[in-house]
């Protein structure tokens, strides 16, 4: 059995992202923002469903990824600027 510390110790760390806002597609009615590694991979989207609530959109991935906390919370504080829904929807 792995203990934790080897299970954190052998996740990939992910500390630098690139945050991209966008429309999503035509369906979407709003913006999101979706995070990737410093690779290009996409790790998770912020979105906004349908009776506005904001969520993260977790991908599958084949390996486990950590991220540093206080890179999340700039994260959160861009999609809680930056997402929402078109005015009128």
Not at 4 to 33: C, H, K, N, Q, S
Not at 37 to 59: A, I, K
Request: glycine share 6%; charged share 25%; hydrophobic share 40%.
């Amino acid at each position: 059995m792995m203990r934790y510390m080897d299970t954190i110790e052998a996740a990939r760390l992910v500390t630098g992202v690139e945050i991209t806002t966008t429309t999503g597609d035509v369906e979407y009615p709003g913006t999101a923002i979706e995070v990737a590694d410093e690779h290009g991979e996409e790790l998770f989207h912020v979105v906004m469903d349908s009776s506005g609530e904001r969520q993260v959109l977790l991908f599958a991935h084949s390996d486990n990824y950590r991220i540093p906390l206080a890179r999340l919370e700039k994260i959160v504080a861009i999609a809680n600027e930056k997402v929402r829904l078109s005015p009128g929807l």
